[in-house]
C-alpha cells in the first residue's frame, strides 16, 4: 500500500461518521418544523395593518413572519417565490411581514432577490393577533374560507408548501 493509499483511506468516514454528516447536511437545508393542523378562524382584520387579510378571501394564502436577518427565512424565500410563480395563477397568495426595523431595507432586499409578492413590516397588532410572533420562521396557511388550517413553526420547503397548500386550492370556497 502507497503513503497516498494509506492517507486517502483516513480520509473515508466511518458509517456513524458518515450518517452523522448526512443528518447534519439534511437539517442545514431542511432543518425540522412543527406543522400544527388548525381551524381558526383568521383575525380580525383591522389589527392587520396595510395588507388586510380579509381582501384576499376565496384565496389560499401564506402568512409568513421572517427577517432579512434570519438565515432560515433567507433560505426558505426562493422555495416560496418559486411556489407563488406557480400557483398565483390558481389563487395562491403570499403576505410575508417582516420584523426588520425599516421597510426601506426590507423592500432593497426584495428588489435585489426579486421577490414580488408582498412585505410589509409586521406591527405589534400584527403579530398579536397571530398569537405573538416569538421565533422566525413562522408561517400560517389559511384558506379559501379565511379559516387557518396550519401553523409552521421553523422552515417551508417546496415540499411542505406542495403538501400543505395544493389541497387547499384544489378545494373550492364554501358558499357564503
Same mark, same amino acid.
Given at each position: 500500500?502507497?503513503?497516498?493509499?494509506?492517507?486517502?483511506?483516513?480520509?473515508?468516514?466511518?458509517?456513524?461518521?458518515?450518517?452523522?454528516l448526512?443528518?447534519?447536511?439534511?437539517?442545514?437545508?431542511?432543518?425540522?418544523?412543527?406543522?400544527d393542523? !388548525? #381551524?381558526? $378562524?383568521?383575525?380580525?382584520?383591522?389589527?392587520? &395593518?396595510d395588507? +388586510?387579510?380579509?381582501?384576499?378571501?376565496?384565496?389560499?394564502?401564506?402568512?409568513?413572519?421572517?427577517?432579512?436577518?434570519?438565515?432560515?427565512?433567507r433560505?426558505?424565500?426562493?422555495?416560496m417565490?418559486?411556489?407563488y410563480?406557480?400557483?398565483?395563477?390558481?389563487?395562491?397568495?403570499?403576505?410575508?411581514?417582516?420584523?426588520?426595523?425599516?421597510?426601506?431595507?426590507?423592500?432593497?432586499?426584495?428588489?435585489?432577490?426579486?421577490?414580488?409578492?408582498?412585505?410589509? !413590516? #409586521?406591527? $405589534?397588532?400584527?403579530?398579536?393577533?397571530?398569537? &405573538?410572533?416569538? +421565533?422566525?420562521?413562522?408561517?400560517?396557511?389559511?384558506?379559501?374560507?379565511?379559516?387557518?388550517?396550519?401553523?409552521?413553526?421553523?422552515?417551508v420547503?417546496?415540499g411542505?408548501?406542495e403538501?400543505?397548500?395544493?389541497?387547499?386550492?384544489?378545494?373550492?370556497?364554501?358558499?357564503?
Open positions: 500500500m502507497t503513503k497516498t493509499t494509506a492517507f486517502l483511506k483516513k480520509l473515508i468516514p466511518g458509517p456513524v461518521t458518515a450518517i452523522l448526512g443528518l447534519i447536511v439534511y437539517l442545514w437545508f431542511r432543518p425540522p418544523a412543527l406543522v393542523d !388548525l #381551524a381558526e $378562524p383568521l383575525p380580525a382584520a383591522p389589527a392587520l &395593518g395588507h +388586510r387579510l380579509d381582501t384576499l378571501r376565496g384565496q389560499v394564502v401564506l402568512v409568513n413572519f421572517w427577517a432579512t436577518w434570519c438565515p432560515y427565512c433560505h426558505e424565500m426562493p422555495a417565490q418559486r411556489f410563480d406557480d400557483h398565483r395563477a390558481r389563487g395562491f397568495e403570499i403576505v410575508a411581514y417582516s420584523l426588520d426595523k425599516t421597510q426601506v431595507e426590507v423592500d432593497q432586499f426584495m428588489r435585489d432577490k426579486g421577490y414580488t409578492f408582498p412585505a410589509p !413590516l #409586521a406591527t $405589534p397588532a400584527v403579530t398579536e393577533a397571530f398569537g &405573538g410572533v416569538t +421565533r422566525v420562521p413562522l408561517s400560517f396557511v389559511i384558506d379559501r374560507d379565511g379559516v387557518i388550517r396550519h401553523k409552521i413553526a421553523g422552515q420547503h417546496a411542505r408548501l403538501r400543505l397548500i395544493i389541497p387547499l386550492l384544489d378545494a373550492p370556497a364554501s358558499p357564503r
